[in-house]
Structure formats: C-alpha cells, structure tokens
Antibody
Framework: QVELQESGPGLVKASQTLSLTCSVSGGSISRGPYYWSWIRQPPGKGLEWIGNIYLNGITYYNPSLKSRITISLDTSKNQFSLDLTSVTAADAAVYFC?????????????WGQGARVTVSS | SYVLTQAPSVSVAPGQTATITCGGDKIESKSVHWYRQKPGQAPVVVVLDDHDRPSGIPERFSGSNSGNTATLTISRVEAGDEADYYCQVWDIGTDHPQVFGGGTKVTVL
C-alpha cells in the first residue's frame, strides 16, 4: 500500500518561500507510470491542481502559479518537494501531495493527509 | 482551459438517491474520476474511469458519462455519505492538464 506524507513549516511569512516535502512509502517514486503531484485547498474552497512531476523530472505546472513554483524529485530519499516563492495570504491552504496514475489518464489514486499552511504578515 | 461545472449543493433524505452532475464540453470523450472528501480529510476516489469502483467502495456508488455531463449516483444514501464530492479529468495537450470541478456538498437530511 502506497502512503504519502507531507512535511514542512505550517507558518510562512508573506513574501517568503513555502517549502514542502512529500515522503513516499510502499512504492518507489522512480517507478512509473505515475506523476507525483501537488494539490491545494484554500479554507472553505475547492481543490486546485498545482503541478506534476514525472520520474524523468519533467514537470507540468498550473499556469496561474507557474512563475512561482518548482517541483523536484529526490529519488535517493523517495521524496518529492514543492517550493512556492513570494507567498501571499492567497496561498494559505491545505497542501496535499498525491500520486496520479498515467495509464488511461487515471485518477489521483493516493493522497497524503495534507499540510496546513498559514501565511503571516 | 477546460472547465468542469458542478452544482454547489445537493440535499437528499436517507435511503433516497443522490445525483451529482459534472458538466463539461464533450466530457464524454474524457475519463471522469470522482472523489469524496469529508471534513479534515484528504479526498478519496469513489469512482474512476467514468464508472469503475475502487476496492472498498460500496456498489451504491456508480458513475456514468454521456454528452456534456458526467454523473455520480449514490443509491440508498446513508448519513456517512455526507461529504463534498469532486469530479476530475485530464485536459491533454493544454497547459492545465489536470482539472477539478468546483465540488458539490451532499447533505443528508
């Protein structure tokens, strides 16, 4: 059973960089065909896709966040990470990491429990 | 970018049927996945690939996809089905390849 777990600071100052890591167990992130993804959910709102990374390092980012996002893989630690620069109050949300099935354009099969991020002024 | 439209809320009495729709242009050409999210929890897949159920999801959950509308149907609704439900598709060849609907809050009366 694949399990994902987000980690990182729960409080980030405005204009600083939000950095989160997703640790994966029960399966190697070097094995496809899956994307490793970040999704967020502002308080009381719906799900927003942030971006994906494939095992070869190719990334896809939400155009509305693209200029501020970096998603990277660390295969030695079986982790992937999200950096979001220049955060504002609008970036306060629960951030989820997830595994996206590529075959037949599948679903986000496995999710982390979520990491709540607050932005302070 | 591709847009998925869901009604904000649906109310249903216990034992009745809840119908949750997801509208999108020619959505029948896409595989639609449905998630259930309870407060404070991560989303969970309840229907994938339009109409398949993951192991552990009751047969009461079913999906269909035709024309411009995909539908999640919950039969014999129970109190535990109260949650937010989201549809999701891939929008291949665009700069926004993963799309979620806005979500539907299902309230069990």
């Amino acid at each position: 059973q694949v399990e994902l777990q987000e980690s990182g600071p729960g409080l980030v100052k405005a204009s600083q960089t939000l950095s989160l890591t997703c640790s994966v167990s029960g399966g190697s992130i070097s094995r496809g065909p899956y994307y490793w993804s970040w999704i967020r959910q502002p308080p009381g709102k719906g799900l927003e896709w942030i971006g994906n990374i494939y095992l070869n390092g190719i990334t896809y980012y939400n155009p509305s966040l693209k200029s501020r996002i970096t998603i990277s893989l660390d295969t030695s630690k079986n982790q992937f990470s999200l950096d979001l620069t220049s955060v504002t109050a609008a970036d306060a949300a629960v951030y989820f990491c997830a595994r996206l099935r590529v075959e037949r354009r599948g679903p986000f099969e496995y999710w982390g429990q979520g990491a709540r991020v607050t932005v302070s002024s | 970018s591709y847009v998925l439209t869901q009604a904000p809320s649906v109310s249903v009495a216990p034992g009745q049927t809840a119908t949750i729709t997801c509208g999108g242009d020619k959505i029948e050409s896409k595989s639609v996945h449905w998630y259930r999210q309870k407060p404070g929890q991560a989303p969970v897949v309840v229907v994938l690939d339009d109409h398949d159920r993951p192991s552990g999801i009751p047969e009461r959950f079913s999906g269909s996809n035709s024309g411009n509308t995909a539908t999640l149907t919950i039969s014999r609704v129970e109190a535990g089905d109260e949650a937010d439900y989201y549809c999701q598709v891939w929008d291949i060849g665009t700069d926004h390849p993963q799309v979620f609907g806005g979500g539907t809050k299902v309230t069990v009366l």
